[in-house]
């Protein structure tokens, strides 16, 4: 159908039903919903908004009083303050060439695999291009190593995923590891001793949005692949005690300084497009149940919380 129909290049067509297949065949055999239901769940308003039961649901909040509003006043102009790096979306593309065909007719071009332009203006610059194309080295070399050279007194740095590029059905597990291993290895390199915050992207999974819940645990389906190398990648930044929400749902809470925590969720468990969420959206990983917690523990402790995602 996807080629017949010509929504994609025949090469885009089987690699989409050779890499989602599996997963998209298993949900749909288990799951409870119609295909009304399934239509909403997943594509959104085009196929109408259809309620579902199994979409409602609750969360315990801690039974103690909230604190009353008040107003948080201006801080004072010589007030302590942090000087923060936040990077995100960087999209590394490895393959990515100079010279080749950056206007093809596939969701990602500018490599040789889409063939030589056909004119020079369709031809991939030296430091990327604007049109269906992704990050080449070059690029990121020389953003980072600039960042650290005009700002050698950042505090912190925030890191909000999203690392491979974008040829989706193209990917593989091993492939995605590796593009994470190595910006991991060159974020380490060229910001040393500077903490890092990382959060986990929806690009980082093979494939793209796919996060089952820790209750799916066939080897061939599980998301310890991904959640075990990110532990053990993390763990250059992040404190010990992180370790097993990072491998439970790759979210974690950690306090920066007396007074200032930040906090990392996972919002692929949010997202329409994850299928494993039609067995069940009932808080996956029990991340929301934590992070109530966290934020009741944080009010406690009167500390000032960053969220990021």
């Not at 020389?142 to 005009?150: F, G, L, N, R, S």
């Not at 990983?285 to 995602?309: C, M, P, R």
Request: net charge negative.
């Amino acid at each position: 159908y996807c080629s017949n129909l010509q929504i994609q290049s025949s090469r885009v067509c089987e690699g989409v039903s050779q890499l989602f297949g599996g997963e998209v065949i298993y949900v749909l055999k288990r799951t409870n919903l119609g295909a009304d239901e399934i239509c909403s769940f997943i594509i959104g308003d085009a196929c109408g908004d259809i309620y579902n039961p199994y979409h409602e649901w609750e969360i315990d909040l801690p039974p103690i009083i909230k604190p009353t509003p008040h107003e948080i006043p201006i801080p004072k102009e010589n007030a302590p303050s942090f000087k923060v790096l936040h990077s995100s979306d960087t999209h590394y593309d490895p393959y990515y060439a100079e010279g080749s065909n950056a206007d093809c007719n596939e969701p990602l071009c500018c490599r040789w695999t889409n063939g030589r332009p056909k004119h020079v203006n369709a031809a991939a610059g030296k430091w990327g291009d604007y049109r269906k194309c992704d990050m080449p080295k070059i690029t990121l070399d020389h953003m980072y190593k600039h960042i650290a050279e005009v700002h050698p007194d950042i505090d912190f740095i925030l890191w909000t995923g999203d690392l491979p590029a974008h040829d989706i059905w193209n990917q593989t597990k091993e492939e995605n590891l590796k593009v994470l291993r190595e910006t991991v290895k060159q974020m380490a390199e060229v910001f040393p001793g500077i903490p890092i915050f990382p959060a986990l992207g929806n690009h980082e999974s093979a494939p793209v949005n796919s996060f089952p819940p820790p209750y799916v645990k066939q080897v061939d389906s599980s998301i310890s692949w991904l959640y075990d190398a990110l532990a053990e990648e993390w763990q250059k930044w992040l404190p010990p005690s992180v370790s097993h929400t990072v491998k439970r749902g790759a979210f974690y809470s950690v306090l920066v300084r007396p007074g200032f925590r930040i906090i990392s969720l996972n919002m692929n468990y949010c997202n329409n497009k994850n299928w494993w969420l039609l067995l069940n959206s009932t808080d996956p990983a029990t991340e929301l149940q934590w992070f109530i917690y966290e934020l009741q523990s944080a009010e406690f402790s009167n500390e000032k919380v960053h969220v990021i995602g």
